[in-house]
């Protein structure tokens, strides 16, 4: 093969394992050493010529644990390989699945009572949230996780239980800040629109939020999916110069058809078991690369 100017070719001495030295050069020492032994005035324009990479020290086992060694991480490269497309195959049947079961376009066996279509204000009730005075220390270090869109965003899953700060009563009383019941969904309304997360304990949020505790009748499982599959109509109907915001009203007056509470918590189940299976997937591959 051929080359451009923009590489250093090397040729594995006697002794050396091709294959171990490949990932020898990936470690952060070498990188380091890599960038150590570069020309140039900043980091996009540095280069490493030929004359000075000879000089680059790298101690290395013995040949036979060199080919061990590289033979080992190359199975579980192979490994963590195979998980990301199972990965990403799951997650393309999870979609297709979803946009499907939720729009009504597929229906589960044993359903077929017509949809009904719902205003969100129907569906459960709506709760802004709040933010304590942050100039006042008997506000903050409490007991009651506080939710911002970032520990959203943080969150793993569809479930959040702890946040980044808590509050104090004090400081719930003395903010629009409201404790949500354990259940309920948080829908961020601000900036990054419809970001969401189900709480597993009682929970705050700050007025970045439109939370809704779900009325009997409406499962917060599915609304959860439902939102999320319908993300775009959410932001087509936020506003703002600085950054986007959708109004308690707006949010209010959406509408969705649905269907009974026994379907809703079947269609729930079946793309949970999706999400479910690539977060165990997930799991294996941080812990295959731990290992690796």
Not at 265 to 282: E, K, L, R, S, Y
Request: net charge positive.
């Amino acid at each position: 093969g051929l080359v451009s100017p923009a590489y250093v070719v090397l040729k594995a001495k006697k002794g050396i394992d091709p294959l171990y030295a490949s990932y020898l050069f990936k470690t952060a020492r070498m990188k380091y050493l890599f960038w150590a032994y570069s020309y140039g005035l900043t980091d996009d324009r540095l280069r490493l010529y030929p004359s000075d990479i000879t000089h680059i020290p790298a101690f290395v086992p013995e040949l036979s644990r060199q080919r061990k060694v590289a033979e080992a991480l190359s199975i579980w490269d192979r490994s963590i390989k195979v998980i990301n497309e199972l990965i990403c195959a799951t997650t393309l049947q999870r979609k297709a699945l979803a946009n499907e079961l939720l729009s009504g376009t597929s229906r589960l066996q044993g359903f077929s009572d017509t949809w009904k279509r719902y205003h969100i204000r129907e569906m459960g009730k709506v709760v802004a949230g709040g933010t304590p005075d942050t100039d006042i220390e008997s506000y903050w270090g409490g007991t009651i996780p506080w939710a911002t869109p970032t520990d959203i965003a943080a969150a793993k899953g569809r479930y959040i239980s702890t946040t980044a700060r808590q509050i104090t009563n004090e400081g719930l009383k003395a903010s629009a800040a409201t404790k949500l019941p354990a259940g309920s969904l948080l829908v961020c309304t601000r900036a990054t629109i419809c970001e969401l997360a189900i709480s597993t304990t009682e929970i705050a949020t700050n007025q970045g939020f439109k939370s809704v505790i779900a009325h009997e009748g409406f499962s917060t499982e599915f609304l959860y999916h439902l939102f999320a599959t319908h993300k775009r109509q959410f932001v087509r109907l936020a506003c703002g110069s600085t950054f986007l915001e959708l109004s308690k009203r707006d949010f209010e007056r959406m509408t969705f058809a649905m269907p009974t509470r026994k379907e809703q918590d079947a269609i729930a189940i079946c793309i949970n078991t999706f999400d479910d299976q690539v977060a165990i997937f997930n799991s294996a591959v941080s812990s295959s690369k731990c290992n690796k």
